[in-house]
């Protein structure tokens, strides 16, 4: 009914309604809770979602906003007859303003396209979630996500300069800019990241860039006592050096990776110590050999440093590859869906969205205003 009724009044709007279709959509990164949405519907515009979310609230029927689905927090896992809203579709990078240092974007376009047009302008996109190849901004706004660089430079909240949000009643609200001191009123936007889709619809996001990194320098640090690789942690940060990157991997996670990936990292390490610093070339050069200092002074067996950029970058994908790997797959790429667009685990297996906070049955019927379930429609992105 609920479908028939969708196509009649949105007919350019594509609707998936049989159940093969709707199965890649009952869960999120997790696999774990399940619930088979009523339908699932794929705006391509801010107009298409305020009609959609009037048409929800007209029929009393739950409202799902949903990125690629690479969440762990279940902030995209549907309700008992509700309405998915994907904003994949809407993927869209608007400007990016390299004298301003902002790029503007559709919801769903993916992370990694986002750090790509940076990086092509120059400047530099931080927030990187495990998931970026296939995360949407929109999502990882939604979710406040975090990343390896979360040490030096944030997560998403920090970049996120303006929203453009439709909210419960289909009005259109844009919060932030590009004024840096933008200091008069409500910082509402702050209100939205991190709200999962509660308290209203992202369909566009306003970024923060910064100038890019001029060099960077990756460690390899491997320990036979987890609290020797602890204990370089706290040195490193004592001595008031702020890595890019300061990941720790213990026994499990070694072995994780290298049952998935073959990486060749060791076995027998009790612990393996990650750490990259970026910057000026003569900064990172001093910062790295303290860092060396530091790890052979509370005795790493070995410290291994990258001698390319590339080699670096294995090294970072290989740690966010182990944070994530203890987790459940998603298995987004079910084989009998037949209508919208593909999605599926990428060759790194990267499922990771960012805050990973855990939500129970009850965080996920949560809607606006604090009404009860059958009062309003909005979930979680």
């Not at 060749?264 to 610093?277: S, V």
Request: glycine share 10%; aromatic share 4%; proline share 6%.
């Amino acid at each position: 009914m609920m479908l028939s009724e969708l196509r009649r009044r949105f007919p350019s709007l594509e609707c998936l309604g049989e159940e093969e279709d709707l199965i890649p959509y009952s869960f999120d990164g997790t696999a774990i809770c399940r619930q088979m949405p009523a339908v699932v519907v794929f705006p391509t515009s801010t107009e298409e979602t305020v009609e959609l979310v009037k048409f929800a609230a007209a029929a009393r029927t739950p409202l799902v906003p949903r990125g690629s689905g690479t969440g762990l927090s279940g902030g995209s896992l549907p309700v008992e007859g509700c309405i998915v809203l994907c904003m994949t579709k809407m993927n869209r990078i608007l400007e990016v303003d390299a004298r301003n240092l902002t790029l503007r974007a559709e919801a769903g376009v993916i992370t990694e396209k986002i750090a790509r047009a940076a990086e092509d302008a120059g400047l530099f996109y931080p927030p990187d979630p495990g998931s970026m190849k296939i995360s949407t901004i929109g999502g990882n706004a939604a979710e406040n996500s975090g990343g390896l660089r979360g040490l030096k430079y944030g997560v998403t909240r920090d970049y996120v300069m303006g929203l453009e949000v439709v909210l419960a009643s289909g009005e259109v609200l844009h919060t932030g800019g590009k004024c840096v001191k933008d200091v008069a009123g409500y910082t509402l936007r702050d209100l939205f990241i991190g709200s999962e889709g509660t308290l209203g619809v992202i369909t566009g996001v306003l970024l923060k860039l910064i100038p890019r990194p001029a060099a960077r320098r990756t460690l390899l640090a491997v320990y036979d006592r987890m609290e020797e690789a602890a204990d370089t942690v706290s040195a490193i940060i004592a001595a008031k050096i702020i890595p890019c990157t300061l990941e720790f991997l213990d026994r499990t996670t070694i072995n994780c990776i290298e049952d998935y990936t073959h990486a060749g990292l060791p076995r027998d390490a009790d612990a393996i110590l990650l750490m990259e610093a970026d910057g000026h070339p003569a900064a990172v050069e001093e910062e790295a050999h303290r860092m060396t200092a530091f790890a052979k002074e509370h005795g790493a067996r070995c410290v291994t440093v990258a001698q390319t950029a590339e080699e670096g970058r294995r090294a970072c994908l290989r740690a966010a590859l182990g944070l994530r790997r203890a987790r459940p797959r998603r298995a987004d790429n079910h084989p009998g869906r037949r209508h919208g667009p593909a999605r599926r685990i990428d060759e790194d297996g990267a499922i990771h969205p960012g805050n990973g906070r855990a939500a129970s049955p009850q965080d996920r019927r949560l809607r606006p205003h604090g009404g009860r379930e059958s009062s309003s429609h909005l979930s979680r992105e």
